[in-house]
């Protein structure tokens, strides 16, 4: 038995699933993939986007955030969107880390923090005391120094 119907953002097919051997119920989703994408790494090796690899590094950034999982869905749909839609099917890395950037800001502070704490390679505080220099200069808010 199955019961299907289009997600939320309507990027993909959500089905319901029943198994008839262990009784148990599961949800897959199937999505349209417009072109294939391949990600070029600083390494110069090239290798397939992998949209599960993408939710993964996500997910990691947003680990113990309060952040709806329906969101976070919805935002890897977009990033993926915006990279088929560049018309490229090769894409550097450091685009689909700019994208992610891009929305985990708009997204969770924290695990904008986090996020960028790995793909900028920080090392010591000061890398981080410059990032949340920028966070809070972005919100306009600023500290005593800036009035």
């Keep these: 038995m199955k019961d299907s119907r289009p997600t939320e953002d309507g990027t ?15 949800t897959t989703f199937e999505r349209v993939q417009l072109r294939e994408l391949m990600v070029l790494k600083k390494s110069g090796r090239r290798v397939p986007f992998d949209r599960d690899k993408l939710m993964r590094s996500i997910q990691v950034a947003l680990r113990k955030r309060p952040v709806d999982p329906e969101r976070v869905e919805r935002m890897v749909s977009g990033i993926v969107r915006r990279l088929e839609s560049l018309g490229e099917s090769e894409i550097k890395s450091e685009t689909v880390g700019k994208l992610v950037m891009e929305a985990l800001k708009m997204l969770d502070d924290v695990a904008y923090v986090r996020f960028a704490s790995v793909y900028k390679n920080f090392r010591e505080a000061k890398d981080f005391e410059e990032l949340l220099g920028e966070l809070s200069g972005d919100e306009g808010d600023g500290d005593a120094g800036d009035r």
């Design 12 to 26: 993909a097919i959500r089905r319901r699933r029943y198994c008839p051997d262990c009784s148990g119920r599961f």
